[in-house]
């Protein structure tokens, strides 16, 4: 027989001393507690007497002892005065070897797992540990037995008590585990296939933050990304993004706006449909997307944001009117419209109590065009200056002085705290083939906003950008052959060189960083730049892409689909394990699906670019691929097999063949995103605008809406049938479930706080993956309708756990999904 001492979940606690250790538990139990079981009755069996040995040391005991009458229990008490009190015993000491049959755990409970003979002394339950990875098709099992230490000498009696480490509690289900090997990237790739963007930027003391997106290129499918640097520019980490509870942000929105100081920082961006959304952080180093509220309407466009000493003023435009919006804590905006007279702002700086804007207004203009007089209104620029939070605003006249022409270009708070801010400027000398004329900055400047001047010239061809330094104004403009240059001035009189931007650079912003130099953000080609940075070497700031967006089972092989670089890719797996790059066509853009029918494999998705074109390729035996002509239109997005051939899916449209060859379009009433074949009926869900709908048809050829549960809104994404039942999931916690092939459905919730994201048949029913948080789990049903979630590993922890394609292959499940970002496999028995 074996136990373990307390000491091995947490130290025993005594009154006098707290927390006691391994040498304290000794001297407790040998030498303190005799007075306490010397008066114990002669017929306890040696383990009753150990037990009280325990109590009477103070230290808890897992199973107990038998009850003592009052009075023993009343000179227990009195024998050991100081002792720590422990939980009462169970009603009946259980004997030692395997617990009799008739013990049954509670309902929904896991029966112990202890061994033979075991009697465990428990001290406080240790907190929970984190679940390791596992390793593939592993479980490892790690137990130390520590050796028998412990002699208790209590009224004569000797009891070895040995001390014993247990494994953690396992996951019934081992977890995914790392696939990036297995799901390789194109060899032969010059592109890393991702396009990165850098919107914003800006500075405030050492912590530069650069703000942007990063996607595959398809509009509404970029992730907001924010890069950050704690010591001025030196060294940068890609900053961690969440919703308030935890999940990932929806895809498609953009940071556009960066400011903030110690403590406080927000960006301001755009939602696909135009809605402003933000973005807040306590240190730059994690962003917690949030909705902005009601001080902001759909109509509206935020220009610009800065931090002031009460908060934060943005300033834009709604419906041909200025607006500015005012937080002090960036969570909560006030809004000012109606601001007579301006039609919109798109720069703001601020300095103590002023705040500085630059916008638009309406102005007349009248000019003689032969002997009549013509008046018309154009759009001129100005200064507006406000001292009471944008409340209210007056104009201010900023001089044309030194050559200089046009409307202002940028406004901003220079390093040194005057305000600045610039316009195009020109010269012309000489006369006739000797003239010549020379074009510049001019750089105008103010200590308090109302009063302006020119305070000096400076090179370039055209300003693209104006920012602030530590000490002093940079400026970026034009140069040779479509370079950019970097000019820098510490007192705004002065200006030295500060570096070059190659051709093809797109600047969005200047900030300061370092000691009198500058960060620039922008984008070159389809990568984000940030000038002076490598930004290969800041992990997870350049990704290859890669996605699989569907796992297929045919016979004796599976197939998964996605892209890879910036190309369509596949991988093949004759026993769901070993995977291997498979040979396609080379093929710009991306496969979302794979199926096997009675004339091959098909595999459909769609090209690269602003105008995707479909997609398909075909194979006998799903290893060597051809591209195939498929009809002209809106790309496939999913395909299935049936009673009557192959068919494809796409935006209003299905397709139907018998030999993948030829193809038939027929017309749908809405956009579907996946389908299957059920007993001699194919099945199609996917979204009429904004709502679910599910299409039928006997031969694919003629597609009929069903009525859906009324209530249920979400747009469908995944359909899977086994026989005549069907499930069709969106991305909430309902799904809809058919048990006549798709005639009639009723919703089923799959449980509280998840996210569905992948469905598939299963001999024993179905399996569904949800997200939970930024975690994923696993569910099991064996008719849709009742659903419980599987103890599978590696599903929670740091960063995102997702499982985003499901099939069945022979008696195990296969899924695939990413680990913050990185490719995982999960491979499991089917459920039962």
Same mark, same amino acid.
């Given at each position: 027989?074996?136990?373990?001492?307390?000491?091995?979940?947490?130290?025993?606690?005594?009154?006098?001393?707290?927390?006691?250790?391994?040498?304290?538990?000794?001297?407790?139990?040998?030498?303190?507690?005799?007075?306490?079981?010397?008066?114990?009755?002669?017929?306890?069996?040696?383990?009753?007497?150990?037990?009280?040995?325990?109590?009477?040391?103070?230290?808890?005991?897992?199973?107990?002892?038998?009850?003592?009458?009052?009075?023993?229990?009343?000179?227990?008490?009195?024998?050991?005065?100081?002792?720590?009190?422990?939980?009462?015993?169970?009603?009946?000491?259980?004997?030692?070897?395997?617990?009799?049959?008739?013990?049954?755990?509670?309902?929904?409970?896991?029966?112990?797992?202890?061994?033979?003979?075991?009697?465990?002394?428990?001290?406080?339950?240790?907190?929970?540990?984190?679940?390791?990875?596992?390793?593939?098709?592993?479980?490892?099992?790690?137990?130390?037995?520590?050796?028998?230490?412990?002699?208790?000498?209590?009224?004569?009696?000797?009891?070895?008590?040995?001390?014993?480490?247990?494994?953690?509690?396992?996951?019934?289900?081992?977890?995914?585990?790392?696939?990036?090997?297995?799901?390789?990237?194109?060899?032969?790739?010059?592109?890393?296939?991702?396009?990165?963007?850098?919107?914003?930027?800006?500075?405030?003391?050492?912590?530069?933050?650069?703000?942007?997106?990063?996607?595959?290129?398809?509009?509404?499918?970029?992730?907001?990304?924010?890069?950050?640097?704690?010591?001025?520019?030196?060294?940068?980490?890609?900053?961690?993004?969440?919703?308030?509870?935890?999940?990932?942000?929806?895809?498609?929105?953009?940071?556009?706006?960066?400011?903030?100081?110690?403590?406080?920082?927000?960006?301001?961006?755009?939602?696909?449909?135009?809605?402003?959304?933000? &973005?807040? $952080?306590?240190?730059?180093? #994690? !962003?917690? *997307?949030?909705?902005?509220?009601? /001080?902001? %309407?759909?109509? @509206? =466009? +935020?220009?610009?944001?800065?931090?002031?000493?009460?908060?934060?003023?943005?300033?834009?435009?709604?419906?041909?009117?200025?607006?500015? &919006?005012? $937080?002090?804590?960036?969570? #909560? !905006?006030? *809004?000012?419209?109606?601001?007579? /007279?301006? %039609?919109?702002? @798109? =720069? +703001?700086?601020?300095?103590?109590?002023?705040?500085?804007?630059?916008?638009?207004?309406?102005?007349?203009?009248?000019?003689?065009?032969?002997?009549?007089?013509?008046?018309?209104?154009?759009?001129?620029?100005?200064?507006?200056?406000?001292?009471?939070?944008?409340?209210?605003?007056?104009?201010?006249?900023?001089?044309?002085?030194?050559?200089?022409?046009?409307?202002?270009?940028?406004?901003?708070?220079?390093?040194?705290?005057?305000?600045?801010?610039?316009?195009?400027?020109?010269?012309?000398?000489?006369?006739?083939?000797?003239?010549?004329?020379?074009?510049?900055?001019?750089?105008?400047?103010?200590?308090?906003?109302?009063?302006?001047?020119?305070?000096?010239?400076?090179?370039?061809?055209?300003?693209?950008?104006?920012?602030?330094?530590?000490?002093?104004?940079?400026?970026?403009?034009?140069?040779?052959?479509?370079?950019?240059?970097?000019?820098?001035?510490?007192?705004?009189?002065?200006?030295?060189?500060?570096?070059?931007?190659?051709?093809?650079?797109?600047?969005?912003?200047?900030?300061?960083?370092?000691?009198?130099?500058?960060?620039?953000?922008?984008?070159?080609?389809?990568?984000?730049?940030?000038?002076?940075?490598?930004?290969?070497?800041?992990?997870?700031?350049?990704?290859?892409?890669?996605?699989?967006?569907?796992?297929?089972?045919?016979?004796?092989?599976?197939?998964?689909?996605?892209?890879?670089?910036?190309g369509a890719a596949l991988w093949t797996a004759p026993d769901g394990v070993q995977w291997t790059r498979a040979q396609i066509p080379a093929a710009p853009g991306r496969l979302s699906d794979a199926v096997h029918g009675t004339a091959g494999w098909l595999a459909v998705g769609r090209t690269s670019g602003t105008s995707p074109a479909p997609l398909a390729l075909t194979s006998q035996d799903g290893l060597a691929w051809q591209k195939v002509a498929f009809p002209a239109g809106p790309p496939p997005v999913a395909a299935a097999t049936g009673p009557s051939g192959y068919v494809a899916v796409g935006d209003r449209s299905a397709w139907r063949s018998t030999d993948l060859r030829t193809w038939t379009r027929t017309a749908l009433d809405g956009t579907p995103s996946d389908v299957t074949a059920a007993d001699k009926t194919?099945?199609?869900?996917?979204?009429?605008?904004?709502?679910?709908?599910?299409?039928?048809?006997?031969?694919?050829?003629?597609?009929?809406?069903?009525?859906?549960?009324?209530?249920?809104?979400?747009?469908?994404?995944?359909?899977?049938?086994?026989?005549?039942?069907?499930?069709?999931?969106?991305?909430?916690?309902?799904?809809?479930?058919?048990?006549?092939?798709?005639?009639?459905?009723?919703?089923?919730?799959?449980?509280?706080?998840?996210?569905?994201?992948?469905?598939?048949?299963?001999?024993?029913?179905?399996?569904?993956?949800?997200?939970?948080?930024?975690?994923?789990?696993?569910?099991?049903?064996?008719?849709?309708?009742?659903?419980?979630?599987?103890?599978?590993?590696?599903?929670?922890?740091?960063?995102?756990?997702?499982?985003?394609?499901?099939?069945?292959?022979?008696?195990?499940?296969?899924?695939?999904?990413?680990?913050?970002?990185?490719?995982?496999?999960?491979?499991?028995?089917?459920?039962?």
């Open positions: 027989m074996t136990a373990r001492t307390p000491e091995q979940d947490e130290a025993p606690r005594t009154a006098e001393n707290g927390p006691a250790g391994s040498r304290e538990v000794r001297r407790r139990l040998t030498f303190g507690v005799a007075g306490d079981v010397a008066g114990l009755r002669a017929t306890l069996s040696p383990w009753q007497r150990a037990y009280e040995a325990w109590r009477a040391a103070g230290l808890s005991w897992g199973h107990g002892a038998p009850p003592r009458d009052a009075a023993e229990q009343a000179a227990a008490r009195g024998a050991s005065r100081g002792r720590v009190r422990v939980e009462s015993p169970p009603e009946q000491a259980k004997p030692a070897g395997p617990e009799p049959a008739s013990e049954k755990p509670a309902p929904g409970k896991k029966a112990a797992k202890g061994e033979p003979g075991d009697v465990r002394v428990a001290g406080p339950p240790k907190p929970p540990r984190p679940a390791a990875k596992p390793v593939l098709w592993r479980r490892l099992r790690a137990r130390a037995a520590v050796g028998a230490g412990l002699v208790l000498v209590a009224a004569g009696t000797i009891v070895a008590v040995s001390q014993r480490d247990e494994a953690p509690a396992e996951p019934d289900i081992q977890g995914p585990v790392a696939a990036d090997e297995m799901f390789a990237l194109d060899p032969a790739a010059t592109t890393d296939g991702l396009v990165q963007d850098l919107t914003a930027i800006t500075s405030t003391g050492s912590t530069v933050v650069a703000a942007g997106t990063e996607g595959d290129g398809t509009p509404g499918r970029q992730q907001a990304r924010f890069l950050v640097s704690t010591d001025r520019g030196r060294t940068w980490k890609l900053a961690d993004v969440r919703t308030e509870d935890g999940s990932t942000p929806p895809l498609g929105e953009t940071p556009h706006l960066v400011s903030g100081w110690s403590g406080h920082w927000v960006a301001l961006g755009r939602t696909p449909a135009g809605a402003t959304v933000e &973005w807040t $952080s306590q240190n730059a180093k #994690t !962003w917690t *997307r949030r909705p902005v509220g009601a /001080g902001f %309407t759909p109509s @509206d =466009q +935020v220009n610009d944001l800065v931090f002031t000493d009460r908060g934060f003023i943005a300033v834009g435009a709604s419906k041909g009117g200025a607006v500015a &919006w005012s $937080s002090a804590d960036g969570r #909560t !905006w006030q *809004r000012v419209d109606g601001l007579k /007279g301006i %039609t919109g702002l @798109d =720069q +703001v700086a601020s300095a103590g109590d002023v705040i500085m804007a630059h916008g638009t207004y309406a102005r007349k203009v009248t000019r003689k065009k032969g002997r009549k007089k013509v008046t018309r209104t154009v759009r001129a620029d100005a200064l507006w200056r406000s001292v009471d939070d944008g409340r209210t605003w007056t104009a201010v006249h900023v001089p044309q002085a030194q050559g200089s022409y046009g409307p202002m270009k940028g406004l901003t708070l220079a390093g040194g705290g005057f305000f600045a801010t610039v316009r195009e400027g020109e010269q012309t000398t000489g006369r006739k083939k000797h003239r010549r004329t020379k074009r510049f900055g001019v750089l105008f400047t103010s200590a308090d906003g109302l009063k302006w001047q020119a305070a000096s010239r400076f090179g370039g061809s055209g300003i693209e950008r104006l920012g602030a330094m530590d000490a002093g104004v940079a400026v970026v403009v034009r140069g040779a052959k479509g370079a950019r240059a970097i000019l820098r001035s510490a007192d705004g009189r002065t200006w030295q060189s500060g570096g070059s931007i190659p051709a093809g650079v797109r600047t969005s912003g200047l900030a300061a960083a370092g000691l009198g130099g500058v960060a620039v953000a922008g984008r070159q080609g389809d990568d984000a730049y940030l000038y002076g940075v490598d930004l290969r070497t800041v992990p997870g700031a350049v990704r290859a892409e890669r996605s699989i967006r569907s796992l297929t089972a045919g016979p004796g092989l599976a197939v998964a689909a996605g892209s890879t670089n910036g194919y099945v199609a869900v996917g979204a009429r605008g904004n709502a679910p709908a599910i299409w039928t048809s006997p031969d694919a050829a003629k597609w009929t809406a069903v009525t859906l549960p009324p209530g249920f809104t979400a747009p469908l994404t995944r359909v899977a049938a086994r026989g005549g039942t069907l499930v069709a999931i969106s991305e909430s916690a309902v799904a809809l479930v058919s048990t006549d092939g798709g005639a009639t459905w009723t919703q089923r919730n799959i449980g509280p706080g998840l996210s569905a994201a992948a469905v598939t048949p299963t001999p024993q029913g179905f399996v569904l993956t949800a997200g939970a948080k930024g975690d994923a789990a696993v569910l099991a049903s064996a008719d849709g309708t009742t659903w419980r979630r599987l103890d599978v590993g590696g599903l929670t922890g740091p960063g995102d756990q997702r499982l985003t394609a499901l099939a069945a292959m022979g008696g195990h499940v296969l899924g695939t999904g990413t680990d913050d970002e990185a490719p995982t496999l999960w491979r499991a028995p089917v459920p039962r």
